[in-house]
């Protein structure tokens, strides 16, 4: 498999922005993803497209992140300006 970037180089711009952002909890790529994915199913996008834009093969996969995501107020990873501005995303 392909990568646009090897995932060690991920870890080490994920740290680098979170350290930048004032954020003391450790994030990982897969909570900055759920975050994401929580935040657009609780902002109304549809579990159906969301499964297949991220790549879940059953859409209840997909559903599951609904409840990760109690309150968005509460995820760091809001706070580094990385997910789409709204639910329809860029």
Request: charged fraction near 30%; proline fraction near 3%.
């Given at each position: 498999m392909d990568y646009l970037?090897?995932?060690?180089?991920?870890d080490e711009i994920i740290k680098k922005d979170v350290r930048m952002a004032g954020i003391?909890?450790?994030l990982s790529p897969h909570?900055?993803?759920?975050?994401?994915?929580?935040?657009l199913l609780e902002n109304g996008?549809?579990?159906?497209?969301?499964?297949?834009?991220?790549g879940h093969s059953n859409v209840n996969t997909t559903k599951r992140?609904?409840?990760r995501v109690t309150t968005l107020e509460k995820s760091?990873?809001?706070r580094m300006n990385i997910f789409r501005e709204?639910?329809?995303?860029?």
């Amino acid at each position: 498999m392909d990568y646009l970037f090897a995932p060690s180089t991920i870890d080490e711009i994920i740290k680098k922005d979170v350290r930048m952002a004032g954020i003391t909890r450790k994030l990982s790529p897969h909570s900055l993803r759920s975050t994401d994915i929580g935040s657009l199913l609780e902002n109304g996008v549809d579990s159906g497209e969301e499964s297949e834009w991220i790549g879940h093969s059953n859409v209840n996969t997909t559903k599951r992140y609904s409840k990760r995501v109690t309150t968005l107020e509460k995820s760091p990873g809001l706070r580094m300006n990385i997910f789409r501005e709204e639910a329809g995303g860029e």
